[in-house]
């Protein structure tokens, strides 16, 4: 007879979060679209090993297994799922190969290896090994209430849950998609372009050279070592250009913002990453009422996206939607607009890397009409990035729970 280990089991959430985690990361790196048709074969893939052996085993024919784990918890099981969607994705179906990933990583969850005769049944005889089910929902609730490791795989699976939620189910307002427009007649509008640089020579003639006729101010705020702003200067004679230490992105942008003139104001990087051609989609929606106009690479794309930082990304743009009622789709990027009147109100306090992030929460704050457009990013051109992604990371999260607290 065999006894589960107190606690050995992973519940609902733990199974489907977790699995449909695991295939997101999954499609991420494969440049797949996480669709709703992969997402329900995922849960099925998540569930299917229960849904088949929990009704035989532990209902149906309990006199005969003692056993809730028996053919679904088998490597022939999974064999078999293999063979039925390899078949199935030759005949066009591409999503098919989730289902049986995803009953894996239910069995990996199970830790079906502390149970080789069944994982590996036939190999030990066709008889399963049978379980000591006669207590079995006590046994459950008993580790509920002293184990709290239990909760783990749970906790983690309900926060994805609620991630892919967000994502896939609560609707956004309209998006502004405005990638075709060449041409703007902004009237009477007055555009200043801030571009804060340190150390970007290489990059200057790649964006300088690309800033759209529209643009009437380009204020840069430099704290660089190497020659940026004679290369500047060569480019763009008429920018306006001030030298500061070097403290940060945020303090640099707030000297810039404060340096503009323009009733409409757009911050850009000098890394070349953003495409200044771009600048009309951020501008249309200020002159059509809208405040602020957050870039987005999520509707966008991008080239320069790690699996890290774009699973780091998802977490925190969560985080933020949840906690502060925002539709954002994307949280850390900095290429944006502002009408100055509304950027006066933000006041944000942030050196950092973490602007992007205050600002983000302040125009919810601020009451700010705010829209999305789509930009694409691009690798930076030349040089290494002064992002540190696990020490920024983890300024932008102290950033989110403070102005939670401090609202």
């Avoid at 989730?98 to 069995?107: M, N």
């Avoid at 850009?268 to 501008?283: K, L, R, T």
């Avoid at 030349?382 to 401090?406: A, F, H, P, W």
Wanted: proline share 5%; net charge positive; with cysteine.
């Amino acid at each position: 007879m065999f006894y589960y280990e107190e606690g050995d089991f992973t519940l609902l959430f733990g199974h489907l979060g977790i699995t449909i985690g695991i295939i997101y990361l999954l499609c991420v790196v494969l440049k797949m679209k996480f669709s709703h048709r992969i997402l329900a074969v995922t849960v099925v893939g998540a569930v299917i090993p229960d849904i088949i052996d929990k009704p035989i085993g532990q209902i149906i024919f309990y006199d005969y297994f003692y056993n809730n784990r028996i053919f679904a918890h088998t490597l022939l099981f999974l064999v078999m799922l293999v063979i039925i969607t390899t078949y199935m994705y030759s005949k066009g179906h591409k999503w098919a190969p989730i289902l049986p990933v995803a009953a894996a990583v239910h069995l990996m969850l199970d830790s079906m290896w502390k149970q080789p005769h069944t994982l590996f049944w036939p190999m030990f005889g066709l008889s399963f090994e049978k379980m000591d089910l006669s207590n079995w929902a006590n046994d459950n609730i008993n580790a509920l209430q002293h184990n709290p490791h239990v909760y783990v795989p749970e906790l983690i699976g309900l926060v994805i849950l609620l991630i892919i939620a967000k994502i896939l189910f609560i609707p956004r307002p309209e998006k502004a998609r405005l990638a075709n427009i060449s041409a703007l007649d902004k009237g009477q509008h007055k555009v200043s372009l801030v571009v804060p640089t340190m150390n970007e020579a290489n990059n200057i003639p790649h964006v300088f050279s690309k800033i759209p006729q529209i643009v009437d101010e380009v204020v840069v705020v430099d704290s660089s070592k190497d020659k940026t702003v004679e290369v500047i200067k060569k480019i763009r004679p008429e920018a306006k250009i001030f030298i500061e230490e070097p403290k940060g992105k945020g303090k640099a942008l707030k000297k810039g913002f404060e340096y503009a003139t323009g009733d409409i104001v757009i911050m850009i990087d000098a890394d070349g990453s953003m495409d200044p051609q771009e600048i009309p989609q951020f501008v249309k929606p200020l002159m059509d009422g809208y405040d602020a106009v957050k870039g987005s690479r999520i509707l966008g794309g991008s080239d320069d996206l790690s699996l890290l930082r774009r699973f780091g990304n998802l977490c925190f743009v969560t985080l933020v939607n949840i906690l502060y009622d925002t539709d954002y789709t994307d949280l850390c990027y900095g290429y944006r607009g502002f009408k100055k009147s509304a950027l006066d109100k933000l006041k944000c306090t942030s050196d950092g890397f973490d602007v992007e992030t205050e600002q983000s929460i302040m125009m919810k704050k601020m009451g700010l009409k705010v829209c999305e457009v789509p930009s694409y990013e691009r690798r930076r051109i030349y040089g290494t990035s002064n992002l540190k992604t696990l020490g920024d990371g983890k300024k932008i999260l102290m950033r989110i729970l403070s102005e939670k607290v401090c609202k």
